[in-house]
Nanobody, 114 residues
Framework: QVQLVESGGGSVQPGGSLRLSCAAS????????MGWYRQAPGKQRELVAS???????NYADSVKGRFTISRNNAKNTVGLQMNSLEPEDTAVYYC????????WGQGTQVTVSS
């Protein structure tokens, strides 16, 4: 069965950085496009960044230039480096395939506050 385990969240001040990681199992990781999504309180879940099986990346306008998505096919992991964090980045962050499966992991909380 599919498992998606996110980690690396936390609380930081505006301007700070965090690196999220997601370990995937139960899928043939290297052939799947992957994405990071987030859901802020009272808002719908949104796609933040995606990376294709051949390492092409795409970003939401709100994070472009600040976030970097990466993948390691040898370890079945996908990462999200988040720099220059803003309070508006506060959300629960999830990884999933892109397009996403109906299944979601537990996510990891990111809180940006002074």
């Amino acid at each position: 069965q599919v498992q998606l385990v996110e980690s690396g969240g936390g609380s930081v001040q505006p301007g700070g950085s965090l690196r999220l990681s997601c370990a995937a199992s139960g899928i043939i990781f290297r052939i799947n496009h992957m994405g990071w999504y987030r859901q802020a309180p009272g808002k719908q879940r949104e796609l933040v960044a995606s990376i294709t099986s051949d390492f092409r990346t795409n970003y939401a306008d709100s994070v472009k230039g600040r976030f970097t998505i990466s993948r390691n096919n040898a370890k079945n992991t996908v990462g999200l480096q988040m720099n220059s964090l803003e309070p508006e980045d506060t959300a629960v962050y999830y990884c999933n395939l892109y397009p996403n499966l109906a299944f979601w992991g537990q996510g990891t909380q990111v809180t940006v506050s002074s």
